[in-house]
């Protein structure tokens, strides 16, 4: 096993997350492994695949693997078309990142003749092989972007906004809020939503505008954006019916956008 770091704070990840395993140049760890895995970012992958292969690598005869949700097997092609298994999760250089593995889905996609090897990777790993096809990972990956990344944003900024409110833990009141509304998005849909557009309450909704607009109007913009998209799958779910929804419509209108 090698690892190959450039940048002073991949040199310390590094450090943290895999010691005692050998630093080396790319070409070097490529020369020591039957399987290798590029974690680079997306926009970085195509640049590194070609320059490995335009620099000889010894690629031939071996696995290759990145872990970008963005790419399929396409980006691939410079070097050998050895195949990719990006997983479905999310890591921010946590030491309890590896413990993530287990049980999680991995979105693989690779030629036919390495599905089996790379299913079997995963499978070893602990995790749920699931396949991609090649055409599909723009918005395969999109889709879990848009799921892991943008929570991220609403739940952090949900919390600055109880802390504004004067809450003194916003963590601690928004953790079983937020774990019933994810568990109920997961298993019910629609149908799991609560609170006041569900309900067409649209005096609660135009008091919420009024608030947002005093304290934030950056977290404005995305309440109505969000009040709009949640509104219209109420209407299209049968939670609201017409009437209901264009109250709820109207009075975000009428907010600056």
Excluded: W
């Excluded at 963005?70 to 946590?94: E, H, I, K």
């Excluded at 055409?135 to 802390?163: F, I, M, P």
């Excluded at 997961?186 to 149908?191: E, K, T």
Aim: some cysteine; hydrophobic content about 50%; overall charge negative.
């Amino acid at each position: 096993m090698a690892v190959s770091a450039v940048s002073e704070a991949s040199v310390q990840r590094a450090a943290r997350m895999l010691p005692g395993v050998p630093r080396k140049d790319p070409p070097a760890v490529l020369a020591s492994a039957d399987l290798t895995l590029l974690t680079v970012p997306d926009d970085a992958l195509p640049d590194l695949v070609a320059g490995l292969a335009a620099a000889g690598a010894p690629l031939a005869g071996r696995l290759l693997a990145h872990t970008s949700g963005r790419y399929g097997v396409g980006v691939l092609s410079p070097a050998t078309r050895l195949g990719a298994l990006p997983p479905v999760m999310t890591f921010a250089g946590r030491r309890d990142d590896p413990d993530r593995l287990a049980g999680i889905c991995f979105g693989v996609t690779a030629p036919d003749q390495l599905r089996l090897v790379a299913e079997a990777l995963v499978i070893e790993m602990g995790g749920e092989p699931v396949f991609i096809e090649e055409e599909n990972r723009g918005l395969y990956h999109a889709a879990l972007a848009s799921g892991a990344n943008h929570l991220v944003t609403l739940v952090v900024q949900a919390a600055e906004l109880l802390s504004t409110a004067g809450v003194p833990d916003p963590q601690r009141m928004l953790t079983p809020l937020l774990t019933a509304a994810l568990d109920n998005a997961l298993q019910l849909g629609d149908a799991g939503l609560t609170g006041p557009v569900a309900r067409a309450d649209a005096d609660t909704v135009a008091s919420h505008v009024a608030a947002l607009r005093e304290a934030s109007p950056e977290a404005l913009r995305a309440y109505v954006a969000l009040a709009r998209l949640t509104a219209d799958r109420a209407l299209a779910a049968g939670i609201l019916d017409p009437p209901a929804a264009q109250r709820l419509l109207d009075v975000l209108a009428g907010a600056p956008r």
